[in-house]
């Protein structure tokens, strides 16, 4: 539930076109208008997962903090982790607008947003100046006019090596024209290929090695996952993150937004993502990590992410509904699941719904 504050900023940030009011939040983060959330320090949350330690499970997924203006303003709200981008060489400005929309009764997100950023230059000169010790990942993408996109990628793991605890190789939005076809076998096994080479190459100069992970479509046939499972698993990546937005519009209320054309997030996508997150648990086995992301608004559908295969949790679009104090909440009710339960750790309700989800039709 939101507070007062919470809830008078939503009603004045609905006045608004989603564009404006997203530009306003981040604003309000940068000023510390947006009011800090006291850090819940409770070891049964911290999670060690591809050689980093995170305080907490949940995550800010990238899209909120395209370039790198708010990470440590973010994880003031509770976060245990956030991800920048998804950023590209190029700055570029994205689709046309109106491109964001607002599916209030559903409480749902349309993006056609296209990558739109200020490109690697200015999101290194900020991530420069925080802090080391800061959880935060970095997206890394390609232009959407690229001669050679496995180039563009490569190109965001050379760049962000010295600051980033972390990259997500996002190949699943669906508003880059042909992205989505890199997550066909060969063209994945080449572009794994060789990010993870350049990223090997790095850690050769650096001494450290920073965890690569891929961002995938929750619009995955049976097939489509079998490959994509064998092909992560043949390269030895460090975890996958499932997953980006969807296409789908099945079970809306809002059918007028529901034309628009774009990816569809928040708790609409909760269930198909959930159930592909189940499904590719259970084709790459219990030792890579995975983080789930898609609808989620609560600590409930936080756990349920975990029960159905998930190592950590990102989330984004919930917050347009829940309002800033989502994370601490999360986080809090968690603690509190842990504490009812008689839990060790969050970990120990990995999996215990994994058969539900991977038989779950979506």
Known sequence: MTGPFESLARRGLFLLDPETAHGLSIRALKSGVVPSCAAVSDP????TIAGLTFPNPIGMAAGYDKNAEVPEALLRLGFGFTEIGTVTPRPQAGNDKPRLFRLVEDEAVINRLGFNNEGHGAALARLKACSREALIGVNIGANKDSADRITDYIAGIRTFYSVARYFTVNISSPNTPGLRDLQARESLAALLTAVLAARNEEAGKNGRRPPVFLKIAPDLTEEGMDDIAAEVLAHDLDGLIVSNTTLSRDGLKDQRQAKETGGL??????????????????RVGPELPIIGVGGVGSAEAAAEKIRAGADL????????????GLPGRIVRGLSALCEREGLASIRDIRDS????WTARKV
């Open 313 to 324: 949790v990102q989330l984004y679009s919930c917050m347009v509904y829940e309002g800033p």
């Open 353 to 356: 719904r994994l058969d539900y």
């Open 44 to 47: 049964r949350l911290a999670q």
């Open 265 to 282: 997030s928040g708790k609409p996508l909760f269930e198909k993502s959930t159930a592909v997150l189940a499904r590719m648990r259970k």
